[in-house]
Every structure is written in structure tokens, then in C-alpha cells.
């Protein structure tokens, strides 16, 4: 848990390198994402917000984050990456791109030039596109580059969409006993994943076998 939640997608975001976490994440779970994921973990605030799963956004690339975020911010992780600010009303980063290192869908109704500056931060084609009707496609889904998971109500038309943009096999699951909303429960890359404390066995199981850990 981070933050005494499981809602792990809320307050971390992570790439094939990297995790950014909250200012103040205890040392075991630093050290528990370290060796889950095999990422450096950097510690930071966006906005000054500990939610930086949902403000911000990544690949190997670089970051997209919230307009609100402070200059103090962004100048570390530009050591990390291209970082970019969101340019709309809409800064929820983390909530509404899904991204991996080829490809990235994002809220439908995200003006062109917020569109230009994920291609631009994230190097990778960007597609507009809902994941079981919802437009926080960030929080709906987890992409890596072996495989993607989303909400168990998507449609076959999402679907086929989605794996024509990451070119990857599409699964459905839910994470925290249930949970639809992947996204806010389950931080993954290539390496390793690292789910809600409330995740169960056969979720567990779902987890693994979509994104290519068995």
C-alpha cells in the first residue's frame, strides 16, 4: 500500500526505468517497487499533490504532466526525460493517457495541441479512444510493452482499437477485489508488476497471464 490505500495507480506512476512515488513513501516500499519492477524510484509532488499517478504520465522517453506543475518539479525529471506540460483544462495526466513505449490513447475529447504535446514528451503515434466508454482511459487500462489490461466491460470495437494501436494482445481483468478501474490499482512494466493489497488470486492470475509474466 502507499499511503495506506491500494490504489497504488493514484500515487505512483512508472515506466520500463523509472517510478516516480510520493514525497515521503516509506523505505520498504521504495524498496519493494526497486526490486518488483527493477526501476531507479524517484520521489516527488506534482502540483504539489501526492497523487502523482493521476498527474502524471510516462515512457522511456519522458513524462507528460499537470499544467499546475511547479518548476521545482519538472527540473528533476528532466534529467529523467523530455518532460512536458499538459497544455488544457484537463491535467489529470496519469488519468487520461494510457501509454507504453510505441503508442498511447488518450481522453477523446483532448484538444490537437495537448495531442501534439504527448507525441512531442512521449515520441510515440497517439490515438483518441474510450475503454469501456470511459474517456480516463489512464485509470481504465495499464499498458507495458508486452501486453495490455483494461476494464472488463470494454467493447469489441475498443478493443480492436486498441490493439491496433499497441499492436498487443488486449485482456480484461479487474484488480482489488473486483475493481474495474485497472489503472488505479496496478503499477506494471516488462519487468514485474506490483498490485493493490486487496488484489485476489485469480486477479493475480489474470495480471500475469495478460501482461507476459508466465
Known sequence: MIGGSPVLGVFTTVTENVAL???????EIVQQIEEALRVRVVQTSIAGSFVVGSLACGNCSG???SRYAYAEEIEPLQELGNVQVIPDVMTAAGNIILANDTAAVVHPRLPNRAVKVI?????????RATIAGLKTVGMAGVATNKGVLVHPRVSDAEIAILEDTFNLPVDIGT?????PLIGSGLLANSAGYLAGADTTG?????????????
Open 63 to 65: 513524462f507528460v504532466v
Open 119 to 127: 507525441e512531442e514528451a512521449l515520441q510515440v503515434d497517439v490515438r
Open 202 to 214: 485469480p486477479e493475480l492470475g489474470r495480471i500475469e497471464d495478460a501482461l507476459g509474466y508466465i
Open 175 to 179: 484488480v482489488n477485489f473486483g475493481s
Open 21 to 27: 512515488v510520493p514525497v515521503g513513501t516509506p523505505h
